[in-house]
């Protein structure tokens, strides 16, 4: 998918999934010049298919890409394969560079690089996300709908997730792990909607022909499940931002970092907009690349502004000539 990259652009996006390329065509279609810079790496890479987006239930992420990729090229942007790793101010834009060694000048950047998820240390769990391991009801529950479903603790919202499982199939057991079992209003909670909880912690996932077919305590008791729900640490990518000073904040949540940014994606650093998980760690492919097209309209309104306000500067000095 590799474009020849330019010295420079109106835009740099760095992140080539819905959120990026969302922004990307946003700013094609207006005329402007505009880069992704795409590592390679979405998040979603494991899944079968997107689901819950409107008119392309189903699809696979690497086609949803490739379509948008193309489109993105439709209209004059380029795509291009590589990593970032730093971006500074230059002057009134920003240097961006790659892990090739590669430069490229940005008047303005859409970081949507989305983030990273971080699984227990459990053998199996990793080896089996996006497939019978899972984590949003809305992106896989039909798919591990009627099935026998354990829900693992991994942080605060790990007894909303089982209630939301719990939705989607009468039999769903919930696994404390090493947190403690759940006590008060959330014991009831479970309780009344017939969750059992098991104690103890979680030794692996038992794996047979391809599937899951329990989870085995570390007392050496398996509980037979054939699907596995569980919360990540969703950690944003951002890393290369900390030339401009943009770090990530604890999410209120407590269920990772992100970065902050207003309701458009507009950063706290001047030029910089942010779109997708790596601003928001709960959003679908949907409201990724909705979140990329008002980052892109909000960035083309302040380039506008910008062109002018140079416009008027370049009038004055000329009748003053």
């Not at 990259?5 to 505009?34: E, I, K």
């Not at 961006?96 to 008047?107: E, H, S």
């Amino acid at each position: 998918m590799t474009d020849q990259l330019n010295d420079s652009y109106d835009v740099v996006v760095v992140g080539g999934g819905a959120a990026g390329l969302s922004g990307a065509l946003t700013l094609a279609r207006s005329r402007r010049s505009v880069v992704v810079i795409d590592a390679g790496a979405p998040r979603n890479a494991p899944a079968s298919g997107v689901h819950g987006l409107l008119g392309h239930d189903g699809i696979r992420p690497g086609e949803l890409l490739e379509r948008g990729r193309a489109e993105v090229r439709g209209y004059g942007g380029h795509v291009v394969s590589g990593e970032v790793t730093d971006a500074a101010r230059d002057g009134d834009g920003f240097q961006i560079a790659l892990a090739d060694g590669r430069t490229v000048r940005a008047r303005r950047l859409l970081v949507a690089a989305g983030l990273v998820d971080e699984l227990p240390d459990i053998p199996g769990l990793r080896a089996r996300w996006g497939r019978d391991v899972v984590h949003c009801p809305y992106c896989h529950g039909w798919e591990v709908r009627d099935q026998a479903i354990g829900v693992l603790a991994n942080g605060p919202l790990s007894v909303h997730q089982a209630l939301l499982f719990r939705q989607l199939s009468d039999d769903v057991t919930f696994f404390t792990h090493t947190t403690p079992p759940p006590s008060g209003e959330q014991a009831e909670q479970l309780a009344a909607r017939g969750i059992r909880v098991v104690p103890g912690e979680v030794a692996a996932l038992e794996i047979v022909d391809d599937h899951i077919t329990g989870v085995r305590l570390s007392d050496g008791t398996v509980v037979a499940r054939e699907a596995v729900a569980v919360s990540t640490w969703m950690a944003a990518r951002t890393g290369f931002l900390a030339s401009l000073g943009l770090r990530p904040a604890a999410h209120p949540a407590g269920v990772g970092e992100h970065l902050a940014a207003d309701a458009a994606g507009r950063t706290e650093v001047p030029g910089v907009w942010v779109a997708g998980n790596v601003a928001d760690l709960a959003a679908q492919v949907g409201s990724s690349a909705a979140a990329g097209v008002m980052a892109a309209a909000q960035i083309n309104a302040d380039l506008i502004a910008e062109d002018t306000r140079r416009a008027i500067e370049a009038r004055g000095h000329s009748s003053a000539a």
